[in-house]
């Protein structure tokens, strides 16, 4: 397993899902509209790299999956959406967890979740998850 696997099974598993159409990766600056569109198709969930620990026989990718929104500009829509992100978030990890058959791959839990509202290009909400997966062993 390389950090590129890693990923490309994430970004599978994230353009798969039938409610998630916009995909990204990079810093938090590169969360924009994509080149060939005037603005993004929503849910939108974007992965920001944090960082990546090696050892001898392992190696841990630690990075925000970042899923988000446009919803009216109301309170109870902005935590309707914010739920709807956190649930999309779960359904990619749990989709992650359920269909691997490596026993050197894991996610570390709890994964911590916050919700936000945003300005990027557009006024957002959603969420951002911490996630932690190691591959290796021990």
Do not use: W
């Not at 990923?7 to 060939?36: C, M, N």
């Not at 109301?74 to 749990?94: A, H, P, R, T």
């Amino acid at each position: 397993m390389t950090y590129e696997l890693l990923l490309s099974r994430l970004e599978q598993i994230i353009t798969s899902h039938k409610f998630i159409p916009e995909y990204g990766y990079g810093d938090i600056s590169d969360i924009a509209v994509p080149e060939d569109k005037a603005r993004p198709d929503y849910p939108y969930a974007f992965i920001n790299p944090v960082s990546t620990t090696l050892n001898r026989q392992s190696f841990s990718a630690t990075f925000n999956l970042i899923m988000m929104t446009q919803v009216l500009d109301s309170e109870d829509d902005e935590i309707f959406g914010q739920s709807n992100c956190m649930k999309y978030i779960n359904d990619v990890l749990s989709q992650f967890v359920m269909t691997n058959n490596d026993p050197l791959l894991s996610v570390s839990f709890p994964v911590s979740m916050t919700p936000f509202k945003e300005r990027f290009q557009d006024d957002v909400v959603g969420a951002t998850a911490q996630v932690t997966i190691n591959y290796g062993k021990g």
